[in-house]
């Protein structure tokens, strides 16, 4: 179903040469590193990164997070990239010249990456009003912080209960924030609206300015008294328990992805517009997610000198008969407990209103987190002007980018009216998390399970025989989600304290833990002898050019799309008069694919084909039962209905573009047909060109 027929293969080739004609390059490799950086660079690094370390007892959080970013992250980050670079096509396009059926998962990271701004954009317009009220003699926010935002984003107004019915609330608008939101997409359109010649200038200044500010917030907040407790309680804090809960690894998972920002369409979209042969792949790879890493460590330091010297300020507000450890443990849950918009828009403005000039810290802080969030929020925007001018349309029209741009960013701004309501923040939330824990998560499997399992299938069918190919790829799948399914069923639902005592509800919990470690032990075990089986079965059933035990084992359950971009990427650094061409599973090519940081070495097949996919479709699976069973954040089922819908139409989009292909072509040129009903037709009918 997926091999590629001769006139599919010619027909995505021309695509592909009509796109290349006139397309824009970077006008320099450090223009797209410094703008992939800003993409991954963004508010998450300033307030949620530092805030999931501290909640996760310090530094064991950074166990999970360097083990995801290393094995789950970065090869889908390069495999991003070299998608991007070698078919020089946005997510959609990119997937689907290695297979007209896949275009739909790059469809769904578009769409995901595009609904992500909208609300995006309403957090930089809340910076944008704190910025411009920095200005102000007496700064609105200096003198209580907690109610100034409580009064800004309306959450005296909101209406929710759990039982209520589905409604905006009082249909309080927010006209500060529509003001904001204005501001925000008139910022987009001219940062991007000349495509990436614009984007390079506009990078150069934001990228580096915010690094300059939080490297002088960490100097100024150095000196200010309860400064090394914060970091204590950043960093150096130790709590190993929290290794064992199973919430650290999702958690860590979800920040590298929005952190990287993979899976959204934008790594793509900005390495379409690399050249082919001069791009060192592997080490931009290393150098975006090494620096977004970097800016996120340095970035909670600025943020928890402030915080520690806020929580001293706490603990001395009281007699000095009065500290006693319960005092110090509620200033210190005041403060670093807090996250997300309440740490950036309460807590540091809180700690900032205590400094001599807090007009000049404030204009600095807003200002740094303006220009962080813009350089993501425009790279957002940008996947769905690459997809408009990827597409046939935009092949067939050829607008000029600006004539993309604009509607988009006009839609854009309409969409965002919805977080301008007094129960704005509450969709924000939900939406937030359907995309991210669901539809993300969801997006990087089903971007591993292209580039693992589907691309170059047509060579697994020539080695190894057709039938052998679809038994082994099925089973793994179907006896993976069996496995899954398992380990999640059989502990049943997560304890909950209730009206239980604490010895009642510990001993509960002590039983679930139990009970979970025996599921996971089924699971793997319906797993691994469900993949030995299938294995065993394809093998014995196989035919096709392999000959040998070995070579039908590799054709069987090697990563051959993997390698094919692997071996481009490896092959452009080379000086091929000097170190020959570069080829796989040879001692010498690998050996220095190991040392060399301009290299894929051997592993990325694998962590792409099997270990990031199959745990990224386990994660799905966790995190939506951990959904089912507990409706998220207790907003009623009316309000949670609209996030479950951004990620049915996702699967959706998935789907119908895997059912029928050809939709996504022009009907006028490739069908053959002259009536309007007879194109429709075409295009509904479920097979490729």
Same mark, same amino acid.
């Given at each position: 179903?997926?091999?590629?027929?001769?006139?599919?293969?010619?027909?995505?080739?021309?695509?592909?040469?009509?796109?290349?004609?006139?397309?824009?390059?970077?006008?320099? *490799?450090? @223009?797209?590193?410094?703008?992939?950086?800003?993409?991954?660079?963004?508010?998450?690094? +300033?307030?949620?990164?530092?805030?999931?370390?501290?909640?996760?007892?310090?530094?064991?959080?950074? &166990?999970?997070?360097?083990?995801?970013?290393?094995?789950?992250?970065?090869?889908?980050?390069?495999?991003?990239?070299?998608?991007?670079?070698?078919?020089?096509?946005?997510?959609?396009?990119?997937?689907?010249?290695?297979? *007209?059926?896949?275009?739909?998962?790059?469809?769904?990271?578009?769409?995901?990456?595009?609904?992500?701004?909208?609300?995006?954009?309403?957090?930089?317009?809340?910076?944008?009003?704190?910025?411009?009220?920095?200005?102000?003699? %007496?700064?609105?926010?200096?003198?209580?912080?907690?109610?100034?935002?409580?009064?800004?984003?309306?959450?005296?107004?909101?209406?929710?209960?759990?039982?209520?019915?589905?409604?905006?609330?009082?249909?309080?608008?927010?006209?500060?924030?529509? =003001?904001?939101?204005?501001?925000?997409?008139?910022?987009?359109?001219?940062?991007?609206?000349?495509?990436?010649?614009?984007?390079?200038?506009?990078?150069?200044?934001?990228?580096?300015? *915010?690094?300059?500010?939080?490297? &002088?917030?960490?100097?100024?907040?150095?000196?200010? %008294?309860?400064?090394?407790?914060?970091?204590?309680?950043?960093?150096?804090?130790?709590?190993?328990?929290?290794?064992?809960?199973?919430?650290?690894?999702?958690?860590?998972?979800?920040?590298?992805?929005?952190?990287?920002?993979?899976?959204?369409?934008?790594?793509?979209?900005?390495?379409?517009?690399? @050249?082919?042969?001069?791009?060192? +792949?592997?080490?931009?790879?290393?150098?975006?997610?090494?620096?977004?890493?970097?800016?996120?460590?340095?970035?909670?330091?600025?943020?928890?000198?402030?915080?520690?010297?806020?929580?001293?300020?706490? &603990?001395?507000?009281?007699?000095?008969?009065?500290?006693?450890?319960?005092?110090?443990?509620?200033?210190?849950?005041?403060?670093?407990?807090?996250?997300?918009?309440?740490?950036?828009?309460?807590?540091?403005?809180?700690?900032?209103?205590?400094?001599?000039?807090?007009?000049?810290?404030?204009?600095?802080?807003?200002?740094?987190?303006?220009?962080?969030?813009?350089?993501?929020?425009?790279?957002?925007?940008?996947?769905?002007?690459?997809?408009?001018? %990827?597409?046939?349309?935009?092949?067939?029209?050829?607008?000029?980018?600006?004539?993309?741009?604009?509607?988009?960013?006009?839609?854009?701004?309409?969409?965002?009216?919805?977080?301008?309501?007094?129960?704005?923040?509450?969709?924000?939330?939900?939406?937030?998390?359907?995309?991210?824990?669901?539809?993300?998560?969801?997006?990087?499997?089903?971007?591993?399970?292209?580039?693992?399992?589907?691309?170059?299938?047509?060579?697994?069918?020539?080695?190894?025989?057709?039938?052998?190919?679809?038994?082994? !790829?099925?089973?793994?799948?179907?006896?993976?989600?069996?496995?899954?399914?398992?380990?999640?069923?059989?502990?049943? %639902?997560?304890?909950?304290?209730?009206?239980?005592?604490?010895?009642?509800?510990?001993?509960?919990?002590?039983?679930?833990?139990?009970?979970?470690?025996?599921?996971?032990?089924?699971?793997?075990?319906?797993?691994?002898?469900?993949?030995?089986?299938?294995?065993?079965?394809?093998?014995?059933?196989?035919?096709? @050019?392999?000959?040998?035990?070995?070579?039908?084992?590799?054709?069987?359950?090697?990563?051959?799309? =993997?390698?094919?971009?692997? !071996?481009?990427?490896?092959?452009?650094?080379?000086? =091929?008069?000097?170190?020959?061409?570069?080829?796989?599973?040879?001692?010498?090519?690998?050996?220095?694919?190991?040392?060399?940081?301009?290299?894929?070495?051997?592993?990325?097949?694998?962590?792409?084909?099997?270990?990031?996919?199959?745990?990224?479709?386990?994660?799905?699976?966790?995190?939506?039962?951990?959904?089912?069973?507990?409706?998220?954040?207790?907003?009623?089922?009316?309000?949670?209905?609209?996030?479950?819908?951004?990620?049915?139409?996702?699967?959706?989009?998935?789907?119908?573009?895997?059912?029928?292909?050809? &939709?996504?072509?022009? *009907?006028?040129?490739?069908?053959?047909?002259?009536?309007?009903?007879?194109?429709?037709?075409?295009?509904?009918?479920?097979?490729?060109?």
């Amino acid at each position: 179903w997926y091999q590629r027929r001769v006139r599919d293969v010619d027909i995505e080739t021309k695509i592909q040469e009509d796109r290349e004609k006139g397309r824009k390059e970077w006008d320099h *490799p450090v @223009s797209f590193v410094l703008a992939a950086v800003g993409a991954a660079v963004g508010l998450g690094n +300033v307030w949620r990164f530092p805030n999931l370390v501290s909640q996760f007892g310090g530094a064991p959080f950074l &166990i999970p997070y360097f083990f995801i970013l290393i094995f789950v992250g970065m090869p889908i980050l390069g495999m991003e990239l070299c998608i991007g670079t070698f078919y020089q096509a946005g997510d959609a396009d990119a997937f689907g010249s290695m297979n *007209p059926r896949l275009r739909g998962i790059g469809l769904a990271s578009v769409f995901a990456g595009y609904t992500i701004t909208f609300y995006y954009c309403i957090i930089l317009a809340y910076a944008c009003v704190y910025f411009v009220e920095s200005f102000h003699k %007496d700064i609105p926010w200096a003198l209580d912080p907690a109610n100034h935002f409580k009064v800004l984003s309306m959450e005296d107004k909101m209406d929710i209960a759990k039982d209520a019915d589905w409604d905006f609330g009082e249909y309080t608008f927010n006209w500060k924030i529509f =003001v904001g939101i204005i501001v925000v997409w008139i910022l987009i359109f001219l940062s991007i609206f000349k495509g990436v010649k614009s984007t390079g200038w506009v990078v150069k200044f934001t990228v580096p300015l *915010p690094l300059l500010i939080i490297v &002088i917030l960490i100097i100024r907040g150095a000196f200010l %008294d309860g400064a090394g407790d914060g970091i204590e309680n950043y960093l150096i804090k130790w709590d190993g328990s929290k290794l064992s809960d199973t919430n650290i690894w999702t958690r860590a998972i979800g920040q590298v992805f929005f952190s990287l920002g993979v899976c959204m369409g934008v790594m793509t979209s900005y390495s379409s517009h690399n @050249s082919k042969t001069k791009t060192n +792949v592997a080490l931009c790879e290393k150098a975006i997610s090494l620096s977004d890493t970097g800016i996120a460590l340095l970035g909670g330091f600025a943020i928890y000198e402030i915080l520690g010297h806020m929580t001293f300020k706490c &603990i001395q507000s009281y007699a000095e008969g009065q500290r006693t450890d319960a005092v110090i443990a509620k200033c210190e849950e005041s403060y670093y407990a807090m996250g997300g918009m309440g740490l950036a828009f309460i807590a540091y403005p809180e700690g900032l209103a205590s400094l001599e000039a807090p007009q000049f810290w404030g204009i600095i802080f807003f200002g740094c987190l303006i220009m962080l969030g813009i350089d993501s929020a425009f790279s957002l925007a940008e996947v769905m002007v690459t997809f408009v001018k %990827d597409c046939w349309v935009g092949l067939k029209l050829r607008p000029k980018t600006w004539m993309a741009v604009l509607p988009l960013c006009i839609i854009g701004w309409l969409a965002g009216l919805l977080y301008c309501f007094d129960n704005g923040m509450a969709y924000l939330d939900i939406i937030d998390n359907y995309l991210n824990n669901w539809g993300m998560v969801l997006v990087g499997a089903l971007e591993c399970f292209a580039v693992g399992w589907v691309y170059k299938i047509d060579e697994q069918y020539e080695k190894i025989g057709k039938p052998s190919v679809l038994i082994y !790829n099925i089973g793994f799948v179907i006896f993976l989600l069996i496995g899954t399914i398992l380990a999640l069923a059989i502990p049943g %639902d997560e304890p909950v304290k209730g009206e239980l005592t604490t010895e009642e509800f510990e001993k509960r919990v002590s039983d679930y833990g139990q009970s979970q470690a025996e599921a996971l032990g089924i699971g793997l075990g319906v797993f691994f002898l469900g993949w030995i089986l299938v294995t065993c079965v394809s093998l014995v059933i196989s035919s096709g @050019s392999a000959s040998s035990f070995g070579s039908k084992l590799w054709a069987l359950m090697g990563w051959h799309g =993997v390698d094919d971009l692997r !071996n481009k990427a490896n092959n452009i650094v080379r000086d =091929v008069s000097k170190d020959g061409v570069w080829k796989p599973y040879t001692l010498k090519m690998e050996f220095q694919a190991l040392y060399r940081h301009d290299c894929f070495c051997i592993t990325f097949g694998f962590l792409i084909k099997y270990f990031s996919y199959g745990l990224l479709l386990v994660v799905t699976c966790m995190n939506i039962k951990s959904d089912i069973q507990k409706e998220y954040g207790d907003y009623p089922q009316d309000m949670l209905i609209l996030g479950q819908l951004v990620f049915v139409f996702m699967v959706v989009l998935v789907l119908m573009v895997a059912i029928f292909p050809r &939709i996504m072509y022009d *009907p006028f040129k490739h069908s053959g047909k002259k009536s309007a009903m007879g194109r429709l037709t075409w295009m509904l009918t479920p097979k490729t060109l």
